[in-house]
């Protein structure tokens, strides 16, 4: 176990954010290597400990960075998700997503999207700044399309407006969402 109150939060191009801590703090059996740009301090690797946490909250994936935002909108752009075929989604009710350095992402509500060819399937992903991910598999016309949706059932509270909604993967289906003239990605 590591309980420090002298962490630093070291940033990397290209990488999320890692912690460093004093070198004196770090129990000798953690395995650990030197912060190059925090001399006298080391990293530990992420799954070296078994939960982290910053104050009482527990981190999932890695660290937060602090200038990284998300906020979920209710949004009147349309989203249509066909598969071979088959029409997924076809709705303009969704919530828009909008996450630091990325494309808007859209988000259905389950009533909207067509459940009866969609099954949970055992994937589970972990974002420090929305939460845990489920994911979705189709079957539409006798083929099987592997994680092609996730939902987050239970977000970290800013993500709550896209609690158990479901979004979509255009490299698995045909996805068609309007995004805003205005927006560009650096």
């Known amino acids: 176990m590591i309980d420090c109150e002298r962490v630093l939060l070291v940033h990397r191009s290209g990488q999320p954010p890692a912690y460093a801590f004093p070198e004196g703090d770090v129990p000798d059996d953690l395995l650990h290597a030197a912060e190059p740009s925090a001399p006298g301090h080391v990293r530990v690797p992420w799954d070296a400990v078994g939960d982290w946490y910053e104050e009482e909250e527990r981190v999932l994936g890695h660290p937060r960075n602090p200038y990284h935002r998300i906020d ?21 009710d969704v919530v828009g997503m909008y996450e630091t350095s990325r494309l808007p992402q859209l988000y259905a509500s389950r009533q909207a999207t067509r459940m009866d060819l969609l099954a949970a399937s055992d994937t589970v992903t972990y974002c420090p700044y929305k939460g845990a991910a489920t994911y979705w598999t189709a079957q539409v016309r006798g083929r099987v399309v592997e994680d092609v949706a996730w939902s987050y059932d239970d977000p970290l509270p800013e993500c709550a407006a896209v609690a158990g909604m479901l979004s979509f993967d255009p490299a698995r289906a045909e996805v068609v969402q309007e995004v805003p003239t205005w927006f560009a990605v650096p």
């Open 72 to 92: 979920c909108l209710q949004v009147r752009r349309r989203l249509r998700v066909e598969l071979h075929g088959v029409v997924l989604v076809d709705t303009a």
